[in-house]
């Protein structure tokens, strides 16, 4: 009966044993796997998720670049003044100007020819209009306003011609052909054209005499 007893203690403490060690194991694993769940909660380095942020974000510039503006100075005379030509040799630069004149949409559609191997170097502007007789004063008056701002912001051009065709009252068309040259536009003006663009703030006081004179 001893024997038993002590045969059956035996396996109760093997089990204990058993049952022991398969605690302390379960206890190393979940420590174990607690772990590796912190680390995997751990935040990046804040720096490196900013730059990366930072890197792909799309921005928001436009490709076209803003004008500065001076105070006191419209949006209008800011583009025009940065539309100057250095040279009227520079049909780019000439071209650039005229669009940003618009005089496509203020005249009517037109063509131009740099007339340069000889004096005086003219801007010849051919519009692709047709206009009554009683229109032509009022076509002149307002073109002589855009070729006042063409001769401030293009250095080495002597006048400004401008041809567009009329129709008379019994029907006939014919050509006319008008032009304003650098001394007509300083007795108009009362001041040397070509200082109206020396600044934006120049082109700015240029546009607001034009504007005095549309009022009057």
Same mark, same amino acid.
Request: aromatic share 4%; charged share 30%; no cysteine.
């Given at each position: ?39 995997? $909660? ?9 730059? &990366? ?7 928001? =510039? ?6 500065? $503006? ?14 100057? =030509? ?25 063509? =131009? &020819? ?22 032509? $004063? ?10 006042? $701002?063409?001769?401030?912001? &293009? ?7 401008? =041809? ?29 054209? &070509? ?22």
């Amino acid at each position: 009966m001893k024997k038993v007893h002590k045969a059956i203690n035996k396996n109760i403490r093997m089990l204990l044993i058993i049952a022991a060690t398969t605690v302390v194991a379960l206890a190393v694993l979940l420590m174990l796997i607690a772990g590796n769940e912190e680390r995997n $909660q751990i935040p990046t380095d804040p720096t490196k998720t900013s730059e &990366t942020k930072e890197s792909e974000a799309p921005t928001d =510039v436009n490709e076209t670049t803003v004008p500065t $503006q001076e105070q006191g100075v419209s949006q209008q005379a800011q583009l025009l003044y940065d539309a100057r =030509v250095e040279d009227i040799n520079d049909s780019a630069s000439v071209a650039k100007l005229l669009e940003t004149v618009d005089l496509r949409k203020n005249m009517a559609n037109y063509q =131009v &020819t740099l007339m340069v191997k000889e004096s005086p170097k003219s801007m010849v502007i051919t519009f692709d209009k047709t206009i009554s007789a009683a229109e032509q $004063q009022a076509f002149d008056e307002k073109m002589q306003k855009y070729a006042e $701002q063409i001769l401030a912001l &293009t250095k080495g051009a002597d006048q400004v011609q401008w =041809v567009y065709t009329v129709k008379g009252e019994d029907g006939k068309k014919e050509e006319r052909n008008v032009y304003l040259d650098a001394q007509r536009a300083k007795e108009l003006l009362k001041n040397d054209v &070509t200082k109206y663009g020396a600044s934006a703030k120049a082109v700015q006081n240029l546009l607001d005499q034009q504007n005095r004179k549309d009022v009057r």
